[in-house]
C-alpha cells in the first residue's frame, strides 16, 4: 500500500526538486528573531510554536499549511558564539502540549526539553523560558520532544548554531536543513501520523524532500569558492546519502563536533534522522557548467536534489590552501582502560512479515504489536518519556556501550546531554573515532560508542526515526 503511495506521488516530486541557494541561506540568516544581546551576555530569542505556510511543494503549486516555530519551516535560525548564554521563551500556540529540545547541546538535565521526564509539557497558551550555556560550537538544531512524530514531521524544528571562536575562511556559511514531507496531491500534508506500517517499518518516508522548507532553486556558485554547508537532517524518518557529482565534499565536522577533515568513501555524505554534518566544498569546476547532487541512500530511489550552477566568471585560479580542521570542543575524553561496558541490544519491527522480538514469547508480542509497541531495547518497549533507567550510571565514569541492532533496518540512536566517541563498527575500530550524538547503526550491525557520564540527569536514549522512538525504540540513562 505504502509502495504504491510513494510511486504515485514521485512524478509529483521528481520534476520540482527542493533546494535552496546560498542568498536564500543568507537570508534564513538575516531573519534573526534576536531580541536582544543582555550586557550580562545573555543572548534571548522568543520562538512561538504556531500554523504556517510553507512553498514545499513549489511554484505553481499551493503552499503547505505546516507547524512551525515563528510560523516558518524551518524555524528562525539561533545563532550565538560558542561559551554565551541564550535563553529562548518558546511560547506555545498550538492546539496541543509540546516543549523544546536542544539536540547536540549539552545542556542541564531541567533545559532539555523532554516532555514529563525533565519538565511538566507547555500547555498551550504558555510560555517556558529555557536558558543555558552553550558549551560547543558547531551545527545543532532544535525540535520538540513531545508527539514529535508528528510535531516535528510537521514541521517544528529550526537550525541552532554555535559559532566558532575563531572561525575557519569560507567564502559563505551556509545551512541546509533537509526535510523530507509526505504531501497528498494537494500539496497538503498526509494525515496517518503515527500508523503501525510506518512504525514496524522505514517510518514515515515522504515523497517531496526540501531544503529550508523550500522548494530548490539552484545553488549558484562561482569557480574557485569555498563553501561550508552545515547540513542538518531534520525528517522523520529519511536516510540521506548526498552526492555532489564532480566535487569532493570534505566533512569537517559531524554532529557539530569538528572531526579530522576526511572525503567521506565514494563521496557519499551519509547522514540519518537527526545527524548533521559540516562539508567544505570547494568548487573545483569550471565557469559556466552545471551539475546535480543526487540523494542515492535507497539504491532503488536516487533522486536529483538540486544542481549546481558556476556562474560565468572566476572567483579564483584554485580553491584557497587555507586550513579547513576546526578547532576541537573541550569534550572529557573517556578512558578505555577503565571503562565499564554494557551491551544494549535493540529488537523488533517486521522482518519478512514477522515481528522480530526480545525475548518475548509470541502471545505477549502479539498484544505489543497492537498497541503500537513493536520496538525493544533490550527487550523493553517503552511507552511515555518516564521509565526505570534502562541503565544507571556512576558520574564522570567512563563507560562503553557495545549496541548490537538485530533488526532488519537502519536506526540512528541519540543519546542526550553528552556527545560519544563511536570506537568501532563491525569489530573494526573507526579510523577517525568521531564524537557524535547520533550515530547511525546498519540493519544487523554492532556499534561500539564511549563517553564520559559527567552530565547528571535523567537522558533519553532512542532511535531518532521518530516513529520507531514512538513505537517504543527508547529508553532513559541516568547518570547519578
Ligand atoms: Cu533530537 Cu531525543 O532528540
Ligand atoms: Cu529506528
Known sequence: ?????????????????????????????????????????????????????????????????IWGFNGKVPGDEIRIPQGERLRVNVTNQLKEETTVHWHGIRVPNAMDGVSHLTQKPIKP??????????????????????????????????????????????????????????????????????????????????NTVTINGRDPDPLHVHAGERIRIRLINAANARI?????????????????????????????????????ADIILDMTQNAG???????HFYQSQKYRLVNIVYGPERLRDAPPDTPITLPANTLPEPDLKTAERHDVRFNGG????????????????????????????????????VMDPLLTL??????????????AWHHPIHLHGHSFRVLSRKGKPTPRREWQDTVLMAPRENVEIAFVADNPGSWMFHCHVLEHMAGGMMGVIRVA
Open 125 to 206: 497558551g504558555e510560555t517556558f523560558a529555557y536558558e543555558f550555556d552553550v558549551p560547543d560550537a558547531g551545527t545543532h538544531w532544535y525540535h520538540p520532544h513531545q508527539n514529535g512524530f508528528e510535531q516535528v514531521g510537521r514541521g517544528l524544528y529550526g537550525p541552532l548554531i554555535v559559532e566558532e571562536r575563531k572561525p575557519i575562511q569560507v567564502d559563505r556559511d551556509i545551512v541546509w536543513v533537509l526535510d523530507d514531507w509526505r504531501l497528498a496531491k494537494d500539496a497538503q500534508i498526509s494525515e496517518g501520523f503515527g500508523n503501525l506500517h510506518d512504525i514496524a517499518h522505514n517510518g514515515r518516508l515522504g
Open 1 to 65: 500500500m505504502m509502495g504504491s503511495f510513494v510511486k504515485k506521488n514521485n512524478d509529483f516530486q521528481l520534476c520540482r526538486r527542493a533546494f535552496i541557494t546560498g542568498s536564500a541561506g543568507l537570508a534564513l540568516s538575516s531573519a534573526l528573531p534576536l531580541t536582544s544581546a543582555l550586557a550580562t551576555g545573555v543572548r534571548e530569542y522568543h520562538i512561538n510554536a504556531t500554523t504556517g505556510l510553507a512553498p514545499l511543494a513549489g511554484a505553481g503549486q499551493p503552499e503547505t499549511s
Open 240 to 276: 540521506f546519502g548526498l552526492n555532489f557529482a564532480s566535487h569532493n565534499p570534505k566533512i569537517i565536522a559531524l554532529d557539530g563536533q569538528p572531526v579530522e577533515p576526511f572525503e567521506p568513501s565514494g563521496g557519499k555524505v551519509v547522514l540519518g534522522p537527526a545527524m548533521r
Open 289 to 295: 557548467e552545471k551539475f546535480i547532487v543526487t540523494d
Open 350 to 385: 517486521m522482518m519478512g512479515g514477522m515481528m522480530m522480538g526480545g525475548k518475548r514469547d509470541s502471545g505477549n508480542m502479539m498484544n505489543m504489536m497492537r498497541e503500537g509497541k513493536v520496538w525493544f531495547i533490550n527487550g523493553v518497549a517503552a511507552t511515555g518519556h
Open 394 to 407: 556512576t558520574k564522570d565514569r567512563s563507560y562503553i556501550l557495545a549496541m548490537q541492532n538485530d533488526t
